[in-house]
């Protein structure tokens, strides 16, 4: 029995290890040009700054925020998706805008904003 | 000599310019009037013509480029079913400016006869070049294709997000129009461009 379980704590470790290194890898697989092109493309850079704080907080501080969180990516990718409240420096709330990508609702693109943010 | 047996361009002339003994000076101001009723309709109708939708996308390199992906932006499809079509931003409305602008596409039909566009590559190799020289005419005319639409005084503080009138009215304030902030809003960004606001 202890050996059963024993074993299944390496599958369940071996499998956690596999996925934290697909997440490093997928962190590593950023490609920061496509990423602020999107910015760009969406004025994401009105509001935000990588090292600055604007209406929006500065990206490197949100990376700050989320590093280490497993549901950082995901957190995000709702936030830039959903049209969700956004707090202001003073104090009023908005719909955050929704990032549009072309070809339209492209996943991947999303991602890849939202992952280039967390690696900042 | 030459009084005697002139030119043929000097005997259409001086056709031209002898009074008519054979018309009554009715029927040649009646026919004048109606000929340049049809000679300006006909201009401005084909003039017109070429402002469609259809005209410009009928090359492949707007259907397949450009036209691509203005059709997923919001001056394409939107909530309140107005579309603001190619000319409506490219092509000054007032007649005089619009007959400029309709001179200067001839160097446009030469691009067209010469392939300065025809492959996506081209394309983009040269997007830079034609968005920077758009948005310097749109400048220059203080974004009068936009504010044909849009304007800074029909803005509702309590319509519009707040942060975003209050972004506008600063730009009124200091002086800014449109294409100063609204870059590649029907069209992608070249990918040489960088955005003023951003910072590295």
């Known amino acids: 029995m202890n050996q059963l379980m024993s074993h299944g704590r390496k599958i369940t470790i071996a499998l956690m290890c596999a996925g934290f290194g697909i997440s490093l890898s997928a962190r590593a697989d950023v490609d920061a040009d496509a990423a602020k092109a999107l910015a760009r493309q969406n004025n994401c850079f009105k509001c935000h700054a990588v090292d600055k704080d604007k209406d929006g907080p500065a990206y490197k501080k949100v990376a700050e925020k989320y590093k280490g969180k497993d549901n950082a990516e995901t957190r995000l990718i709702e936030h830039i998706t959903s049209g969700e409240k956004a707090k202001f420096p003073d104090g009023h709330e908005e719909e955050h805008k929704i990032v549009k990508t072309s070809p339209p609702k492209d996943m991947s693109q999303i991602k890849n904003l939202v992952d280039w943010i967390l690696s900042l | ?200």
């Open chain 2, 1 to 200: 000599m030459s009084k005697q047996n002139p030119g043929a361009l000097r005997r259409f002339w001086r056709f031209l310019r002898r009074p008519s003994a054979k018309f009554a000076l009715l029927t040649l101001l009646v026919v004048g009037f109606f000929g340049g009723i049809i000679f300006w309709g006909g201009f401005n109708t084909g003039m017109e013509a070429t402002n469609q939708l259809e005209f410009c996308i009928s090359c492949h390199e707007m259907r397949d480029y450009v036209y691509k992906e203005y059709q997923q932006t919001i001056h394409y499809s939107n909530r309140t079913g107005v579309r603001a079509i190619c000319s409506d931003c490219h092509v000054p409305h007032a007649w005089i400016p619009k007959i400029i602008r309709k001179i200067q596409a001839s160097q446009e039909v030469w691009g067209k006869i010469t392939g300065y566009i025809d492959t996506p590559e081209k394309f983009e190799a040269h997007r830079m070049a034609m968005a920077t020289k758009e948005w310097a005419r749109m400048k220059a005319a203080n974004s009068q294709e936009c504010r044909n639409c849009h304007s800074f005084d029909a803005m509702s503080g309590d319509v519009q997000k707040q942060s975003v009138y209050k972004k506008h009215m600063a730009a009124k304030d200091a002086g800014q129009t449109c294409i100063d902030c609204h870059k590649g809003i029907a069209h992608h960004l070249p990918k040489e461009y960088r955005d003023p606001n951003e910072e590295e």
